[in-house]
């Protein structure tokens, strides 16, 4: 049997036709961009590491407010970096802390932006670590106690609820950590409020450049114990099978870019957003190439972007947010 050989046209003939048939679009709707909050005044310090990206205090925050929002970006990701650190995270939810105040004044300036509140004790925590961590009696050895950690995420998610953030976002993989910040979200009568969880997190070394930003790299240990192994994919769908039972409204691949097959993983075996977040070191990689004239900047950001959303991402947090949503207008 002879099978008939079947020609397809290649429709890629002329820009209209391209347009067309495109399967994939990358808008700046899709982009959540981070921000750094600090305390002080008339603060605006450039992250070394990440050129384009600033720790900003409140009283120099309100022009890039206008200035994202103005850009049709729909959201910000708030990351708190406090004076003040302690054994306990205190600052992560205090009804004065820099993320809740930051939260009431973006939402007073541009009450349509998102305000996405990072919910982790980390940048908060004199250890670094993202809980309470304790001294097992008869090793000696600190471990960080998921119970009495999970209290304190659930009194800083209901913070930055009552401050008016529009989704929280826990990024501490403890155990039950999103049925834990479902029931006390509801209990403090945030039923509207979704959650995004950090489903999918790996023990990646691609967070180097923000650990420097929100100083944050753990003074002992690892975060290996809460965050996957990069090797495992199938471990990768239990996690989010777990969050989705819990009560998560999107699921989160961390890193993005060595890690597309989550992603699309997600996306074909669940019903929720995907959100895919390019990290620090993917960002910083291709500014310090871009800086030494070796790669395009811009062909090279939009493409990268381009495959998060092929690869399934409804939602990507990025750095170069501001940045793509310009090109993609211009
Ligand atoms: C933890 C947190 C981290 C990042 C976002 N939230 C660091 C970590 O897990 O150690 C990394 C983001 C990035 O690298 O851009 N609260």
């Given at each position: 049997m002879s099978y008939p050989i079947v020609r397809h046209r290649r429709l890629r003939g002329s820009q209209a036709m391209r347009n067309l048939v495109r399967e994939t679009r990358l808008s700046m709707h899709d982009f959540l961009y981070p921000l750094f909050v600090?305390?002080?005044?008339?603060?605006?310090?450039?992250?070394?590491?990440?050129?384009?990206?600033?720790?900003?205090?409140?009283?120099?925050?309100?022009?890039?407010?206008?200035?994202?929002?103005?850009?049709?970006?729909?959201?910000?990701?708030?990351?708190?970096?406090?004076?003040?650190?302690?054994?306990?995270?205190?600052?992560?939810?205090?009804?004065?802390?820099?993320?809740?105040?930051?939260?009431?004044?973006?939402?007073?300036?541009?009450?349509?932006?998102?305000?996405?509140?990072?919910?982790?004790l980390c940048q908060f925590t004199s250890h670094g670590h993202c809980g309470v961590v304790k001294k097992d009696e008869r090793t000696n050895n600190a471990y960080v106690d998921n119970d009495l950690s999970l209290e304190l995420l659930v009194k800083t998610a209901v913070s930055q609820a009552e401050a008016g953030a529009d989704i929280i976002a826990p990024s501490n993989m403890m155990d039950g950590y999103v049925l834990a910040i479902r029931a006390g979200l509801d209990e403090a009568g945030f039923?509207?409020?979704?959650?995004?969880?950090?489903?999918?997190?790996?023990?990646?070394?691609?967070?180097?450049?923000?650990?420097?930003?929100?100083?944050?790299?753990?003074?002992?240990?690892?975060?290996?114990?809460?965050?996957?192994?990069?090797?495992?994919?199938?471990?990768?769908?239990?996690?989010?099978?777990?969050?989705?039972?819990?009560?998560?409204?999107?699921?989160?691949?961390?890193?993005?870019?060595?890690?597309?097959?989550?992603?699309?993983?997600?996306?074909?075996?669940?019903?929720?957003?995907?959100?895919?977040?390019n990290v620090s070191a993917e960002y910083s990689m291709i500014k310090a190439a871009a800086a030494q004239g070796w790669i395009d900047e811009r062909s090279i950001v939009l493409e990268t972007l381009l495959g998060f959303k092929r690869a399934g991402a409804d939602i990507v947090i990025t750095y170069h947010a501001k940045d793509a949503a310009r090109w993609l207008q211009g």
């Open positions: 600090t305390e002080g005044t008339d603060v605006r310090s450039e992250i070394p590491s990440m050129p384009g990206v600033f720790h900003l205090s409140l009283d120099v925050l309100e022009a890039e407010i206008r200035e994202i929002a103005s850009l049709g970006i729909q959201g910000v990701l708030l990351f708190g970096v406090p004076s003040h650190k302690d054994e306990i995270g205190s600052e992560a939810y205090g009804h004065e802390s820099i993320v809740q105040r930051a939260t009431r004044a973006i939402k007073g300036w541009a009450p349509e932006l998102l305000v996405v509140a990072d919910t982790c039923e509207h409020v979704p959650i995004m969880a950090y489903s999918v997190k790996y023990a990646s070394s691609f967070y180097g450049p923000f650990r420097d930003a929100a100083h944050s790299t753990p003074q002992f240990g690892d975060r290996k114990t809460y965050q996957m192994d990069p090797a495992n994919a199938r471990e990768a769908i239990r996690e989010a099978e777990s969050d989705v039972r819990e009560g998560a409204d999107m699921l989160m691949v961390k890193p993005a870019l060595a890690y597309m097959d989550i992603i699309r993983e997600l996306k074909d075996q669940f019903d929720l957003p995907v959100v895919a977040y």
